[in-house]
């Protein structure tokens, strides 16, 4: 199970690669001190479900052993992307099994530090790496993948950073730990959406003043709203990728926001109900102060140099 990063990091990985399981055969190559633990399929699929891998997108797999999650994602649910590992042998494995499974065009292996690559053009991450990983990896994941990013995690988690979903399954054939049984955890990169932001509603006529103070801690915002100079918190919020939603009441009105935040702005809509009746609005916020987000926690070591 352990993967040695060139930083000496320990990583785990997945395994045996689907075509091999259809056909029977069975992988028992010596890795020498890189021991080589299966990750059972129906697992690897499970993963690639939870994050609804569809032909747009573009997978990563840090640690990618044989190449299964990757090889999966584009010969099953049609995605594109590329894994990396440190073992030669195994990388030259999976791009062997990729071209038998005839995906090599779309699914592809380097032999690389994790560390080292660039994580820009997921739209997909998996992994399956040991705790301590988790939490050295995660401040790279949250600088370089975009608002949106869907990650899937065998296993382990990250920490502070709750998971958006997170499950349990039969893993039969598996080889670590207790019980036969994996645990699948899942999150969405959450965009920077703490600062103050403001804008205006005309109301009934009249032109309203609006400001909204917002704290972040990874997906979790709270925050309060000045409206008209009475204060509010906000209520139901919620901030998957780049999407935020949040349900505030002022006086004889409540507002159930809902937009997407593009970089100093927010776009969509509110529906106000008072006065005797519901309307619903177009808004558009903009950031007057940015804040920064807590993405770093006491529990998330230093990436290693």
Request: aromatic residues 8%; charged residues 25%.
């Amino acid at each position: 199970m352990p993967y040695r990063t060139h930083t000496g990091a320990a990583l785990a990985r997945g395994a045996l690669l689907i075509a091999c399981l259809a056909a029977g055969r069975s992988l028992a190559q010596d890795f020498g001190d890189t021991p080589y633990v299966p990750t059972p399929q129906n697992v690897v699929e499970r993963m690639l479900e939870i994050a609804k891998v569809g032909p747009r997108d573009y997978v990563i797999d840090l640690g990618s052993g044989d190449g299964r999650l990757v090889i999966t994602a584009a010969k099953r649910f049609g995605a594109r992307g590329f894994g990396v590992d440190l073992d030669r042998r195994l990388v030259r494995l999976s791009n062997r099994l990729a071209a038998e499974a005839g995906v090599a065009q779309r699914a592809v292996f380097y032999e690389r530090d994790l560390y080292q690559t660039d994580l820009g053009r997921a739209t997909v991450l998996t992994m399956y790496l040991l705790p301590e990983v988790n939490l050295m990896v995660r401040p790279k994941l949250l600088a370089e993948l975009r608002p949106g990013t869907r990650i899937v995690s065998h296993d382990y988690d990250m920490g502070e950073w709750l998971p958006d979903f997170q499950t349990e399954l039969a893993a039969p054939g598996k080889t670590v730990g207790v019980g036969q049984r994996s645990k699948i955890f899942y999150w969405v990169v959450p965009a920077r959406a703490a600062g103050r932001w403001s804008w205006r509603l005309t109301l009934d006529g009249k032109v309203e003043e609006f400001e909204l103070a917002l704290s972040q801690q990874f997906q979790k915002i709270e925050g309060t709203l000045n409206a008209g100079g009475s204060t509010a918190r906000m209520e139901n919020a919620r901030l998957t990728g780049e999407a935020i939603s949040f349900s505030v009441r002022a006086g004889e009105f409540r507002y159930d926001y809902s937009g997407q935040i593009m970089n100093r702005a927010i776009e969509g809509t509110v529906r106000v109900n008072g006065g005797g009746r519901a309307r619903e609005l177009s808004w558009k916020a903009g950031r007057i102060e940015a804040w920064e987000p807590r993405f770093t926690a006491p529990d998330a070591p230093p990436v290693p140099g």
